[in-house]
Every structure is written in structure tokens, then in C-alpha cells.
């Protein structure tokens, strides 16, 4: 038995050297912070460091439920990640049948290529034109509120217009390019169905529910259970870069409280212990969507 | 029937153009305004085209050393970073795309299962800050090194390979070495292109570490000065410059001016390699 492991080691001997890099990267760099976790129950200490500091068992995460914040920090996590799917979802759906239905091929690439370019850009370059674009005195949206005569908007400023902005600027980032799995998915429709339909009498629109979106199906199911999945998972850099004290009520989720807590005010061993907390939850979340996904993979594919 | 139809594509059309334009409109506007005379910006008049056309705010951009040294700090962590982790990901991904590899299964369990769980931020500062990667270089390049759904697409290409091309060069004497770089990666430039340009604008696009780890002004990528300039308003030497000639630079035109010239590079390159990253999505979808 080991002289066999020991005979493939030496047989593979080329693929490990060639595998090294990676395995080394992922055990420093991914389950070494796994490990760092225990920091949570522990009174971290810069000089003892994470192995060594004196244990506290559980101080750290009665802080955080002790804590007002803790229930409006997960509320607005919560709620920011479901509006982005309710408004984020569909879009590209729509998006792309839209796109199916285009005759003109030039016209077609132009709206793809055009649409799927804001979502390569960074955070900081959208998070500095929405700034820009709102600011109330200078900005291009508070000068058409004014030509109508009113008042200009402090957008940025003010908690109830966070979530708004935050989930259209998702949406306008991510439309097209999400818009590319439906449109692989349509094409590969069988024309002959459509056909079939026009000789029934089916206009375009009736083409399109009956047809398209029935084709598509299992794609947006599939997509849509991962989604949910990652409904915790908001990205931390637009969220950080938009919000600010004024905005906190609506605005602050985990990972920027997170960061307050623990790189700016150095309560590390406090924020590793939210950051766990909510790190299980979304664990639980995405495990379920895989397990349910995989499930339907097998079945929903007709 | 016919008259419906029509209607159906007019419609189509119209929505679709006003996608396109919503898509386009804050490049439309920001070029607009960086390239319009200030009293116009000033009194808040240009929307869609430059009104009294001059380049003196970016003369003032080109001005800014902050700029400089942000585009070069990005330019050397994309090369670098882009290479190191294109590379590791494709001898580990082409390794794991071996089904007999011994331990195989348990080391692509071990890398799947940080998909899903992960120390956190503050675990993962603390342990990259003990390794000494604070105000380094390296920290934009190794903590994040391989992205595991790009090397899953990856392996997920090489598997596809057929086994004859690796017997054949097997016949013909050469190492697992020289089978991996000499026939496998000819083989692979498509995806090795599409990885790669993902990794190069995830890097380009990174904030998050550089705010984590880099304190040095002098290492920071251009968008923690994007940042400065455009969102904490330390717009510094160009205004100031601007101020003392009396050329009456606008902070709004200035800002707009910094946007656009720091995705510049993503805006002029994009459209050529467009195609490449569609692919990737494509292939991602196949296994993911």
C-alpha cells in the first residue's frame, strides 16, 4: 500500500513540482487565515500575535449581540443583497431576449460590446463618477432636477437614497454582462420551435413567452438558486466607497463594519468574530444553493 | 400582422438604444465636461458635447506626479502579478486535469472548499502582515495570487485535451516537463489569453488589497490616487498650479479628467479583446 503511494509520488514526481506554487499559495494564504480565526476567541495583543494571545472564549461575540449596530449592520447586508437580486436579476433576462429578437447584426454587437464594458471598470472609477454625477451643487442629475424646478438632492448624503443608488449602479454595471449566458442559452434553441409557432399564428411577443423564455429555462433557474446563494456576498469596495457616517443607518454592511472595526480601529479579535459569525451563515447559504442546484441540474435540463 | 411586427422592432430598437446610451452617457458627459472652457462647466451648461473646446485640464493631469507614479505602480503590478498568476494557475490547473494525479482528489476538494469558506478579512491581514508583505510590492501579487474558478476553467480546458497528444510526445521521449511546456501551452493560448486578461484587469481594477496593505504613497496603484484626487478631494499640486497661472482649471473638469485617463487604457483596449472575455465567460459555464 505505501510503496504504491510512494511509486505514484515518483511517477508524478513532475506534476507536484509543477503543482507546488499553487499548493503552497493556498495553504499560506487560505487556510493559515482559516486557522487565524481562533484570533476571535482570544484578547489578540500585538506583541503575542495571533497563536499566542490569552484566551477569551466567547467575549467577542456577546460584544457583537450586545451591540445596537449588530441588528441594523445584518439588516442592511440583508436587504441590499435582495434588492440587487430583485432589480439585478431580471435585467439581464430581459436584456438578452431583447437582444435575441434584434435582426440587425451590427446593431446587436454595438448594444453587447457597449453594455458589457461598465463592468470592467473598478470600483473607485463608478464610485467616482456616481459622486460626480450627484453631487448636489456641480452634478448632471441635481442640474436637470433644478431646470424642473426643484430643489437639488444631497444623494450621497442622505441614508434613504443609499440602497437606490447603490442597486441601480449594480444594475448598470452588470446588465449586459450578465445578459451573455442567456444569449449562448437562446442561441442554442432549435429554430424549428419557432417555426412551429409562427405556424400556429404566434406574433414575436408570443414567440418570445412561449418559445425563448421556456428555452431558457433551466439557465435561470440555475442562475437564480447560485444568486441567492451569494445573496450575503455584496462587494465590499463600492459599498465602503459610497457610504459615510450620514449614510450608516441604510449604507453599512458587514465587511465595512468589519473594516472599521478592525483595520481602522484595531479591535481585531471583535471584528474576526463578526466576520466568522457571518462567514457561517454564508457558507450556509451558498452550500444549500449548490446542493439544491445540483439537484435541479440533473432534472430541469430538458 | 405585418404593421406589428414593426412596431415590435421599433420598440426594440428604442429600448435597446437607450441600454446602449445609459451604458455610454457618464464617458459622453465626463469627456464633455473635462474638455469644455470653465466658465461653461462653471455655470453648470455642458451635458452631452464640449462647449468652447480647450485641453488645459489635462495638461494639468499630466502635470500630476501622484498620477504618474499611480499609473507606473499599476502598470508594474499588472505585468508582474499577471505573470506570476497566470502561470502558477496553469501548471497547478494542468497538473489537476491529470485524473490519476496522486492526491489529486483531495487537493481540488482542499482548493474547492475555499470557494466557499474563508479565514475573513481581519485572519487574513493579520497573517499576511506576519509574513512581512506590508508596504511591499508583493502584496498586490502573491495574497491573492490564483483565483480557484479561473483555475477550475482551466483544468476544466486541459481535460479536453486529447490523451493521444500527450502519448504521442510521450513516444517521442520528451519529459512531462518539456509534454507540459512545449506541446500542452502551444495548445492553450486561447485560454491562457482569456485568464490572463482577467487576471490583468482584476489587478488593475484592485483596491481593496492595495488599501489593505500598502501605506507608502509612493506604492500606491492608481486607484488609491484615483481615490484621493476624485473622492477625498486632495487635489494638490494641479489645482494649486492651476490657481497661480490664472487659467481657472475647474475642480469638476479636473476630476472628470483623472476618471477618464485612469480607464483610458480598459476603454481603447476593450473593444479588440472583448470576444476573449465573452469566451471565458462561456467556458466558465460549461463545468461552473
New interface residues.
Given amino acids: 500500500m505505501n510503496t504504491s503511494?510512494f511509486r505514484?509520488?515518483r511517477?508524478?514526481r513532475?506534476?507536484?513540482v509543477?503543482?507546488a506554487?499553487?499548493?503552497i499559495?493556498?495553504i499560506?494564504?487560505?487556510?493559515?487565515?482559516?486557522?487565524?480565526?481562533i484570533?476571535s476567541f482570544k484578547d489578540?495583543n500585538l506583541f503575542s500575535?495571533?497563536w499566542k494571545s490569552e484566551w477569551v472564549g466567547l467575549r467577542y461575540y456577546k460584544m457583537f449581540f450586545d451591540n445596537p449596530d449588530a441588528f441594523n449592520i445584518i439588516r442592511n447586508t440583508f436587504l441590499l443583497g435582495l434588492y440587487k437580486i430583485i432589480f439585478g436579476f431580471p435585467a439581464p433576462i430581459i436584456?438578452a431576449l431583447?437582444?435575441n429578437?434584434?435582426?440587425?447584426k451590427r446593431?446587436k454587437r454595438?448594444?453587447q460590446?457597449?453594455?458589457?464594458?461598465?463592468h470592467?471598470?473598478?470600483?473607485?472609477?463608478v464610485?467616482?463618477?456616481l459622486?460626480?454625477?450627484l453631487?448636489p451643487s456641480?452634478g448632471?442629475v441635481n442640474?436637470i432636477i433644478q431646470d424642473m424646478g426643484f430643489e437639488p438632492i444631497n444623494f450621497l448624503q442622505k441614508a434613504d437614497w443609499f440602497r437606490t443608488i447603490y442597486v441601480s449602479s449594480e444594475v448598470?454595471q452588470e446588465?449586459?454582462?450578465g445578459s451573455?449566458?442567456y444569449l449562448?442559452a437562446l442561441t442554442s434553441i432549435d429554430p424549428q420551435l419557432y417555426e412551429a409557432a409562427r405556424m400556429d399564428g404566434a406574433?414575436?411577443?408570443r414567440q418570445m413567452w412561449h418559445v425563448s423564455i421556456p428555452g431558457i429555462m433551466p439557465a435561470i433557474v440555475i442562475l437564480f438558486i447560485l444568486q441567492i446563494g451569494k445573496i450575503m456576498e455584496l462587494g465590499?469596495?463600492k459599498v465602503f466607497?459610497l457610504s459615510n457616517a450620514a449614510t450608516y443607518e441604510t449604507a453599512d454592511i458587514i465587511?465595512t463594519y468589519?473594516?472599521r472595526m478592525?483595520?481602522t480601529s484595531a479591535n481585531?479579535s471583535y471584528?474576526?468574530a463578526i466576520?466568522?459569525f457571518m462567514?457561517i451563515i454564508g457558507?450556509i447559504f451558498?452550500?444549500s444553493a449548490n446542493v439544491i442546484s445540483r439537484k435541479l441540474g440533473d432534472t430541469s435540463l430538458w | 400582422m405585418v404593421k406589428r411586427i414593426s412596431i415590435f422592432n421599433i420598440v426594440n430598437v428604442v429600448i435597446l438604444a437607450i441600454v446602449a446610451f445609459s451604458a455610454l452617457f457618464p464617458f459622453i458627459h465626463m469627456a464633455a465636461v473635462s474638455l469644455s472652457a470653465s466658465e461653461f462647466v462653471v455655470r453648470n451648461e455642458v451635458s452631452f458635447w464640449p462647449k468652447g473646446l480647450q485641453f488645459e485640464v489635462y495638461k494639468e493631469v499630466f502635470k500630476d506626479d501622484r498620477l504618474f507614479t499611480g499609473y507606473r505602480n499599476t502598470i508594474l503590478y499588472v505585468v508582474l502579478g499577471t505573470a506570476i498568476s497566470l502561470a502558477t494557475t496553469a501548471m497547478a490547473a494542468y497538473s489537476l486535469s491529470r485524473s490519476n494525479l496522486v492526491f489529486g482528489k483531495t487537493i481540488m476538494m482542499m482548493i474547492v472548499f475555499t470557494m466557499f469558506f474563508s479565514g475573513g478579512m481581519i485572519p487574513t491581514y493579520l497573517v499576511v502582515r506576519s509574513y512581512g508583505f506590508m508596504n511591499s510590492i508583493w502584496a498586490m501579487v502573491i495574497p491573492n495570487m490564483i483565483t480557484s474558478v479561473y483555475l477550475i476553467v482551466m483544468r476544466t480546458f486541459f481535460q479536453g485535451i486529447p490523451r493521444e497528444v500527450e502519448e504521442s510526445s510521450k513516444i517521442d521521449g520528451a519529459s512531462d516537463y518539456r509534454m507540459f511546456f512545449s506541446i500542452i501551452l502551444p495548445l492553450s493560448k486561447a485560454v491562457l489569453m482569456t485568464i490572463g486578461l482577467f487576471y490583468a484587469v482584476a489587478i488593475w481594477n484592485n483596491f481593496f488589497t492595495a488599501l489593505l496593505y500598502l501605506r507608502d504613497e509612493s506604492l500606491y496603484p492608481l486607484q488609491l490616487i484615483v481615490r484621493s484626487i476624485v473622492m477625498v478631494g486632495q487635489v494638490g499640486e494641479a489645482i494649486d498650479a492651476a490657481g497661480a497661472d490664472g487659467e481657472g482649471v475647474v475642480l469638476e473638469s479636473l476630476k472628470y479628467a483623472v476618471i477618464l485617463v485612469s480607464t483610458l487604457p480598459i476603454l481603447v483596449i476593450y473593444p479588440f479583446i472583448q470576444k476573449h472575455f465573452v469566451n471565458g465567460v462561456l467556458i466558465g459555464s460549461v463545468k461552473g
Avoid: C, H
Fill in positions: 503511494i505514484k509520488i511517477r508524478d513532475a506534476f507536484l509543477l503543482l506554487p499553487a499548493l499559495f493556498y499560506l494564504f487560505r487556510y493559515v487565515p482559516m486557522f487565524g480565526i484570533v489578540y500575535g495571533i436584456l431583447l437582444l429578437e434584434l435582426k440587425m446593431y454595438f448594444v460590446t457597449v453594455s458589457y464594458m461598465p470592467f471598470l473598478s470600483p473607485v472609477v464610485a467616482g463618477i459622486v460626480m454625477i453631487s456641480t448632471f442640474q448598470w446588465i449586459g454582462w451573455i449566458l449562448a406574433n414575436r411577443w465590499f469596495d466607497l465587511s468589519v473594516y478592525g483595520i481585531f471584528a474576526t466576520d466568522l462567514g457558507l451558498v452550500y
